[in-house]
C-alpha cells in the first residue's frame, strides 16, 4: 500500500528558500503522480504543483509560478518542491498526496495523503 511522507518544513523569512521533500514508499514514482497541496491558516487545502507518472508537470496555482519548482529522484523515490521568493502568504501545512498516474487523479480522488509539514514564513 503506498505511503508519502513530507519533510523539510520549517520557518523561513521572506525572500528565502526552502526544499519540501516527499518520500513515496508502497510504490513508485513510475505509477504514481504525486501533487503538493497548501493549507493555509484557517483555510482549505489548495494545490500548487504536480508531477505526473511520466514527469509532465502541471501548476496548480498562478500564485507560486516561477517560484516553486517541483521535480523527483526516481531512484530515492522522492519527489521535491523547491520554494524561492518566499512569501508570507506561502504559508501553511504542505501536504503530498499520491494518486493513479496522472496530476488530474491526484486533484480529484488521490489515493493516500501524507501528514503534511509545517511551513512558516514570517519576518
Known amino acids: 500500500q503506498v505511503q508519502v511522507a513530507e519533510s523539510g518544513g520549517m520557518l523561513v523569512q521572506p525572500g528565502g528558500s526552502l526544499r519540501l521533500s516527499c518520500e513515496v514508499s508502497?510504490?513508485?514514482?513510475?505509477?504514481?503522480?504525486i501533487g503538493w497541496f497548501r493549507q493555509a491558516p484557517g483555510k482549505g487545502r489548495k494545490g500548487v504543483s504536480c508531477i505526473s507518472s511520466s514527469g509532465f508537470i502541471t501548476d496548480l496555482e498562478d500564485s507560486s509560478k516561477g517560484r516553486f519548482t517541483i521535480s523527483r529522484d526516481k531512484a530515492a523515490n522522492t519527489v521535491f518542491l523547491q520554494m524561492d521568493s518566499l512569501r508570507i502568504e506561502d504559508t501553511g501545512i504542505y501536504h503530498c498526496?499520491?494518486?493513479?498516474?496522472?496530476?488530474?487523479?491526484?486533484?480529484?480522488?488521490?489515493?493516500?495523503w501524507g501528514q503534511g509539514t509545517k511551513v512558516t514564513v514570517s519576518a
Open positions: 508502497g510504490g513508485t514514482l513510475g505509477v504514481y503522480a
Open positions: 498526496a499520491a494518486g493513479a498516474l496522472s496530476c488530474e487523479v491526484v486533484t480529484k480522488k488521490p489515493r493516500v
